[in-house]
């Protein structure tokens, strides 16, 4: 048997040369970055150098990114400090309907606090548009939060002209781009980003330890009270291994990021030929405004969690949902908000690619998943086909 991981929007392999950068710091480069020692030097060398490393790979200066301990820590930490900052202007946040938890329960977190949040609906394919997001902006609009590529499904949405609208009416603009970096160039200077999450574990860096882009001249509070690491803006002593970890991975993603994504597209797309031989199935997100790593297909009249156990009994790693609320039998709430019914957003399978995943994986894949389909439908009592 073959072992097949297509999990990797849930979190990537740490790069074999990511973890070689990272093993001094975790050995003999222990000093704390805030000592003035050589050994607090030497430490604080290494997470500056990471600075200057995701400051390349976004387009932004060093002084604009600010070390946090992951992706949902950086989205926390932007939503909540611009709703503090700005609330003398206004109460009211634009969002979208299905962004992830990291975002939309801090947003239900603001809503009890006596922030208005607006809840953007998405098309068919996932995507909303720029128009929807002027009309939605007021007065008091403080913040747009408009997620890059979305986990799930894997649409892109139209950033640049999002944030053209939000610079237009002088509302900030925030993007959750943990899905995005690494896999799609991400500018934020051409762009037009105010403030953008990142999480190194998307990209075969390691897991807890993210960043937060942060325009210059935009004074956040600090996420947590204590010492002045980050300047100011991050209390708590660096995770200094996973920060070089951080901006090694960022490094090798973004050095060949035209490379990865045209032979990654060129994978995804044979996999979502193999998968449409299937009968009855139903491509979920947008079939070209979608991540060069993402494939989601609904296989009508079976369930997503007995097909995902099929492909784990044959080796095959997959994923239903987000990891996160995969635990749960409920479907998906951005499947949901796309306008799946419940039977066909139950019946999903997301399978999503790495620069490791070879076309011998793909192929293999596609005879566990048809053999499964076949074998699934067969017990079900509700499929037509038999
Ligand atoms: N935002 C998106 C779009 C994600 O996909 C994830 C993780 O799956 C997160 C935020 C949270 O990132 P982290 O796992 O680093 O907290």
Request: proline fraction near 5%; charged fraction near 20%; charge should be negative.
């Given at each position: 048997?073959?072992?097949?991981y ?40 290494g ?16 002084g ?15 939503l ?5 900052r ?18 939309l ?14 809840y ?14 002027r ?14 590529a ?33 896999h ?5 200077r ?17 897991k ?14 600090p ?21 070089v970890?951080?901006g ?21 797309d ?31 009249y079976?369930?997503?969690e ?39 957003a ?9 620069d ?27 499929y037509?086909?038999?």
């Open positions: 048997m073959r072992n097949v297509l999990d990797n929007a849930a979190t990537t392999a740490l790069a074999p040369a990511v973890l070689e950068q990272m093993l001094p710091y975790l050995t003999e480069v222990y000093g704390n970055p805030s000592s003035v020692h050589a050994y607090g030097r030497r430490a604080k060398q997470i500056d150098l990471a600075r200057e490393q995701v400051a390349a790979a976004l387009g932004c200066e060093t604009e990114v600010i070390f946090t301990g992951c992706g949902t820590e950086s989205d926390n930490t932007a909540l400090g611009v709703a503090e700005y609330k003398s202007k206004g109460r009211h946040i634009i969002t979208t309907n299905v962004e992830h938890h990291a975002v329960h801090t947003c239900a977190y603001l809503e009890k606090q006596g922030y208005e949040v607006t953007l609906p998405v098309d068919a394919e996932g995507l909303i548009t720029p128009e929807q997001v009309s939605a902006i007021r007065s008091d609009t403080i913040l747009v939060s408009v997620m890059f979305n986990n799930e499904v894997g649409t892109i949405m139209p950033i640049p002209e999002i944030a053209a609208v939000c610079h237009e009416k002088d509302v900030l603009f925030h993007t959750d781009a943990v899905q995005a970096v690494g799609v160039p991400v500018r934020v051409e762009m037009g980003i105010d403030l953008l999450s990142l999480s190194a574990h998307k990209f075969h860096g390691p807890g330890v993210g960043a937060l882009y942060c325009r210059k001249g935009l004074r956040l509070p996420h947590s009270m204590g010492g002045a690491q980050e300047q100011g803006r991050r209390a708590g002593t660096e995770n200094t291994a996973g920060i970890g951080l090694a991975a960022i490094e090798l993603a973004c050095s060949h990021i035209e490379q990865n994504s045209a032979k990654m597209i060129e994978l995804r044979r996999l979502m030929r193999g998968i449409e031989t299937i009968p009855e199935v139903k491509l979920n997100g947008h079939p070209t405004k979608r991540l060069p790593n993402n494939v989601n297909y609904s296989i009508k079976i369930e997503g007995s097909i995902l156990l099929m492909l784990d009994l044959n080796g095959v790693a997959a994923s239903s949902g987000s990891a996160c609320t995969s635990g749960s039998l409920d479907p998906s709430h951005v499947l949901l908000a796309m306008g799946l019914p419940h039977e066909i139950h019946g999903s399978v997301r399978l999503t690619l790495s490791d995943t070879t076309q011998e994986d793909i192929d293999y894949t596609l005879d566990v998943l048809r053999a499964t389909a076949d074998r699934l439908r067969n017990m079900s009592p509700i037509p086909g038999k």
